[in-house]
């Protein structure tokens, strides 16, 4: 099992803006990818990327007590570990489960490579 801690991530609502036909990403989603990647080589400076299919479980700490959606930080999360080189695509991920907890701040992510011989699916 890999686990990374992330900063807290941007609502989705702040991730992506339209100018016409162009939807490009906000200063503030671009600024969390460089953030959550200093902080991923701060914790594994040498990395293999995962191939395989995974098992993966999020458990956020609060970042203060205006009411969110926990299914709001999914994206921004697995885009980013994708854009980091964690795993080679999102739609590795076979299981996925994401919960609010004051046991973190930022954001733990675990991940469980789930390969032919263990199909086990729970952490």
Partial sequence: MIIIVLPFPPSVN?????AGKRVYKTAVYREYGDEAWRAFRLQHPTFEM???????EIAAGRPDRRRRDI???????????EQMGVVQDDSQIHDLRSYW???????????KPL????????F
């Fill in 71 to 81: 299914d709001n930080i999914n994206k921004a999360i697995l885009d980013v570990l």
């Fill in 50 to 56: 995962i191939t395989d299919p995974v098992a993966m």
């Fill in 14 to 18: 702040r991730l992506w803006r339209a």
């Fill in 101 to 111: 907890t004051d046991a973190v701040t930022g954001v733990q992510v675990m991940i």
């Fill in 115 to 122: 390969g032919a011989a263990d199909d086990s699916r729970t």
